[in-house]
T-cell receptor
Framework: KNEVEQSPQNLTAQEGEFITINCSYS?????LHWLQQHPGGGIVSLFM???GKKKHGRLIATINIQEKHSSLHITASHPRDSAVYIC???????????FGEGTQLTVNP | SQTIHQWPATLVQPVGSPLSLECTVE??????LYWYRQAAGRGLQLLFY??????ISSEVPQNLSASRPQDRQFILSSKKLLLSDSGFYLC??????????????FGPGTRLTVT
C-alpha cells in the first residue's frame, strides 16, 4: 500500500462541473502539497497546507489532520483545468516529499 | 525572482550510453536541490537530494549518480543507461532554513527515452 493514495485515478467532467480529488495518507506529516502537472510535464505548486483550508481563485484545498485526508476542489471547471493533479506529503520525520500517483483530470467543453 | 532551468528538454539515448542532465537555479543561494523521476503511469520518485556543494544523498539505489559542483548547479549522470531509466526527470529546489522552506519549486523537466 502506498503511503499516499489518490482517488480517483482518472476523472472526466463537463465544463462548469464541481470537481473533487481526494488524497489519503498513512504517515504523520508536517505539510501536504497539491501540484498540477500540465500535459508537457511541467509541475506547478498549487497549495501547501498543514491545517484547515486554502483558496486560490476557483481552487480550494482542505485538509483533515485527524483523518489524514485532503481534498482538492475545482469550482466551475474549465477545459484549461485539464491536467494531472498530484498530492504530496512531507513526513514529520524528514524533509523529503512522498507523492501520490496523480489524478488525470479531463474537462470537456 | 528565482528561476530553475533544466536541459535538455528531451533526449533519446541508446542502451549503454552515458547520460548527463543539468539543472541550474537562479536568484537564490544555498538552495536544497532535488532530482525526481516520473516513470510512465507512475508517481514521482525522489532520486537524489543535496543540501550543499558536494553533499548528495541517494534515496534509491540504481545506476544513476548526482553531483553538485556549484551551489546552484545539480547534475544527474549515468555511465550506462538501462531501458528502465526512461522517464521524465524533474529537478526541484527549495530555500533552506526559512519559513517557506517546505515549498518546492520544479523545473520544466527532461523527457528521456532509452532505446
Amino acid at each position: 500500500k502506498n503511503e499516499v493514495e489518490q482517488s480517483p485515478q482518472n476523472l472526466t467532467a463537463q465544463e462548469g462541473e464541481f470537481i473533487t480529488i481526494n488524497c489519503s495518507y498513512s504517515v504523520g506529516i508536517s505539510a501536504l502539497h497539491w501540484l498540477q502537472q500540465h500535459p508537457g510535464g511541467g509541475i506547478v505548486s498549487l497549495f501547501m497546507l498543514s491545517s484547515g483550508k486554502k483558496k486560490h481563485g476557483r481552487l480550494i484545498a482542505t485538509i483533515n489532520i485527524q483523518e489524514k485526508h485532503s481534498s482538492l476542489h475545482i469550482t466551475a471547471s474549465h477545459p484549461r483545468d485539464s491536467a494531472v493533479y498530484i498530492c504530496a506529503v512531507r513526513e514529520t520525520s524528514g524533509s523529503r516529499l512522498t507523492f501520490g500517483e496523480g489524478t488525470q483530470l479531463t474537462v470537456n467543453p | 525572482s528565482q528561476t530553475i532551468h533544466q536541459w535538455p528538454a528531451t533526449l533519446v539515448q541508446p542502451v549503454g550510453s552515458p547520460l548527463s542532465l543539468e539543472c541550474t537555479v537562479e536568484g537564490t543561494s544555498n538552495p536544497n536541490l532535488y532530482w525526481y523521476r516520473q516513470a510512465a503511469g507512475r508517481g514521482l520518485q525522489l532520486l537524489f537530494y543535496s543540501v550543499g556543494i558536494g553533499q548528495i544523498s541517494s534515496e534509491v539505489p540504481q545506476n544513476l549518480s548526482a553531483s553538485r559542483p556549484q551551489d546552484r548547479q545539480f547534475i544527474l549522470s549515468s555511465k550506462k543507461l538501462l531501458l528502465s531509466d526512461s522517464g521524465f526527470y524533474l529537478c526541484a529546489w527549495n530555500p533552506r532554513d526559512t519559513p517557506s522552506s517546505y515549498e518546492q519549486y520544479f523545473g520544466p523537466g527532461t523527457r528521456l527515452t532509452v532505446t
